[in-house]
T-cell receptor, first 111, second 114 residues
């Protein structure tokens, strides 16, 4: 039931854009996005609650396609501070209030 | 106060020891969680407490014993652990255990079992 994230890793130059995808084989209640820097706790970015919803935080935004059971995270005009591992977490309709994380996408932004 | 605190930061224990991890939050959250995270892997849910009652146990071995003495505190009691239990143990809390609420994570306890 673990969601599948792609790509597994991405290297960017400052100012470049990237997309991280998260897909599930099960119907979803919600999708959560977190970023974890090395040696630190995961930090919440955003939650998407219904189909078609898009949210943004500064130049990081996300969309949720409920029909396709997919979410995408968009890193726009990336900054050095965007480096870290991004996890999507999903709540599946059949599994109660249990957040299951994808395998993570490691993002490195270089100057 | 918008943080989750965890103690200790690091813990080294032998396989016959008994130790406890502690987690505290003062945000008025009524859901608290324990996760286990191995290197380069995502956090894996172990337990969920909702309104101080255990609501989810992800088939965790009995050598891990959670306890929620009150709405602000969450403990994880450890006994007779195995070397493969070495990991980062993260505590998190949220307003409640519904799907709408973000989870706030503590910095974790890095556990090494010898």
């Amino acid at each position: 039931q673990q969601p599948v994230q792609s790509p597994q890793a991405v290297i960017l130059r400052e100012g470049e854009d990237a997309v991280i995808n998260c897909s599930s084989s099960k119907a979803l209640y919600s999708v959560h996005w977190y970023r974890q820097k090395h040696g630190e706790a995961p930090v919440f970015l955003m939650i998407l609650l219904k189909g078609g919803e898009q949210k943004g935080h500064e130049k990081i935004s996300a969309s949720f396609n409920e029909k396709k059971q997919q979410s995408s995270l968009y890193l726009t005009a990336s900054q050095l501070s965007y480096s870290g591992t991004y996890f999507c977490g999903i709540l599946i309709k059949a599994a109660g209030n249990k957040l299951t994380f994808g395998g993570g996408t490691r993002v490195l932004v270089k100057p | 106060d918008t943080e989750v605190t965890q103690t200790p930061k690091h813990l080294v224990m032998g396989m016959t020891n008994k130790k406890s991890l502690k987690c505290e939050q003062h945000m008025g959250h009524r859901a608290m969680y324990w996760y286990k995270q191995k290197a380069k892997k995502p956090p894996e849910l172990m337990f969920v407490y909702s309104y101080e009652k255990l609501s989810i146990n992800e088939s965790v071995p009995s050598r891990f014993s959670p306890e929620c003495p009150n709405s602000s505190l969450l403990n994880l009691h450890l006994h007779a652990l195995q070397p493969e239990d070495s990991a980062l143990y993260l505590c998190a809390s949220s307003l409640d255990a519904s799907s709408y609420n973000e989870q706030f994570f503590g910095p974790g306890t890095r556990l090494t079992v010898l």
